[in-house]
């Protein structure tokens, strides 16, 4: 008998989560393709800080090498970045060509991050802190560079910026609040936070927007110039403000998007054949940026994908961990006061958050 097929876009952690869940519940139920656009096996994106610190190697973050794909009969696309869904055909189309039909598809493309839209934003030299390929250019520029300026001092600006001070480089950050993680701490915890971090060597700006990248003549980045004229010198500019969903393809498809793409309780798109996860996924509002919610969103979907359909995902509560060897910081709960956690609108109501700094010092307020 031929079975249904199963096509997954994005070969990252919702999508493979999933489909380590539906190979738990019904594995002999399809048969699987997945595309990703990156060459690598599923990784543990989380722990990429510890790659760039120099703490853990790319392969021990692996999460599915490539025998379990081989292991569990699932065709795996690697490099091959998905550029159209057909779903009058019920198709997917790869940029080079290759074309997957499909009986059920999951879209999990995560997400990208933003650019500020400011002079110089293309220039060599200006990444984005997302995949294992952006982490490895900042590694290799450290060791022939030695300035770098991160833009955003939220979780990813922190930890990109300690990464880069472990690699040797001088590292500024501008930010535009007034204090660190102003989305996650009241402002006492963020100047705590931010001794201890000048304490390690690393420079900031705060409350402060970034003006323009300026080109060294050869369209490298050379200097970051401020709202106020200060110019910092910088060979590596790092963007961490942000993330967008990534919705292009669902979007060119028809499906309703709006900040990610729209789905149920099920995590069900407008069409009833496709299913979209993770980061790339608006649940009620809210586009997650956490593994801890994607996971749960997996587990959902796997349980309509093998065909049981009794669960239903509610969403999830925000939880951050700031990972920096030395200094734990757990948040747990809610925004501490009104406003937009990532993707989450509106005022929350406060729950418990503590620091606890490299001394044992601890800061925790309910
Ligand atoms: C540096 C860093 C540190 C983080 N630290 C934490 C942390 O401490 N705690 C935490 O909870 N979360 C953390 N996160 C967030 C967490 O990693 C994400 O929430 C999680 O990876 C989201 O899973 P996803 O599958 O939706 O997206 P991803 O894991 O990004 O997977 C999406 C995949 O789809 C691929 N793709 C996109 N478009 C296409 C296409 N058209 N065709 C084919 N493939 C495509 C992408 O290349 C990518 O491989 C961190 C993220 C980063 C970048």
């Not at 997957?100 to 220039?123: C, F, K, Q, W």
């Not at 001092?153 to 500024?172: F, H, P």
């Not at 700006?205 to 980045?221: H, K, P, Q, S």
């Not at 996924?281 to 801890?292: K, P, Q, T, W």
């Amino acid at each position: 008998m031929n079975k249904p097929r199963l096509v997954v876009i994005g070969n990252g952690m919702a999508g493979v989560r999933t489909l380590e869940e539906v190979l738990r519940l019904a594995p002999d139920h399809y048969r699987i393709t997945v595309f990703g656009a990156e060459p690598h096996p599923n990784y543990n994106r989380a722990l990429l800080s510890p790659v760039l610190a120099g703490e853990q190697s790319f392969e021990e973050i692996i999460l599915n090498d490539l025998a379990w794909y081989t292991d569990n009969g699932i065709e795996l696309l690697l490099g091959r970045n998905v550029v159209k869904i057909d779903r009058q055909r019920r198709q997917v189309i790869a940029e080079d060509g290759t074309c997957a039909g499909y009986d059920r598809l999951v879209i999990a493309t995560g997400s990208t991050p933003s650019r500020l839209s400011i002079p110089g934003n293309r220039l060599d030299g200006v990444v984005g802190y997302r995949d294992i390929a952006g982490a490895r250019a900042m590694i290799e520029t450290a060791r022939s560079h030695s300035h770098a300026v991160v833009i955003g001092g939220g979780l990813l600006g922190l930890e990109a910026a300690n990464g880069l001070k472990q690699r040797g480089m001088d590292v500024t950050v501008v930010h535009l609040a007034e204090w660190l993680l102003e989305k996650q701490l009241e402002r006492p915890a963020g100047e705590k936070l931010l001794r201890a971090l000048q304490a390690r060597g690393i420079r900031f700006r705060l409350g402060t927007a970034t003006e323009e990248l300026i080109d060294n003549g050869d369209g490298r980045v050379c200097a970051v110039q401020l709202q106020g004229g200060e110019i910092i010198t910088a060979d590596l500019v790092v963007m961490a403000a942000g993330i967008t969903p990534n919705t292009a393809l669902a979007e060119a498809a028809g499906l309703p998007c709006r900040h990610g793409i729209l789905v149920d309780d099920t995590l069900q798109t407008y069409d009833p054949r496709i299913y979209a996860i993770g980061e790339c996924a608006n649940h009620r509002g809210i586009s997650y940026g956490l593994v801890a919610p994607v996971m749960e969103q997996a587990k959902v979907c796997a349980n309509h994908l093998a065909m049981l359909g009794f669960a239903r995902y509610l969403g999830s509560p925000a939880e951050t961990r700031l990972k920096l060897a030395g200094i734990e910081m757990l948040g747990v709960g809610d925004a501490p006061h009104p406003g937009q956690v990532q993707g989450m609108p509106g005022a929350c109501p406060l729950h418990e958050w503590q620091i606890e700094l490299a001394s044992g010092e601890v800061v925790a307020w309910t």
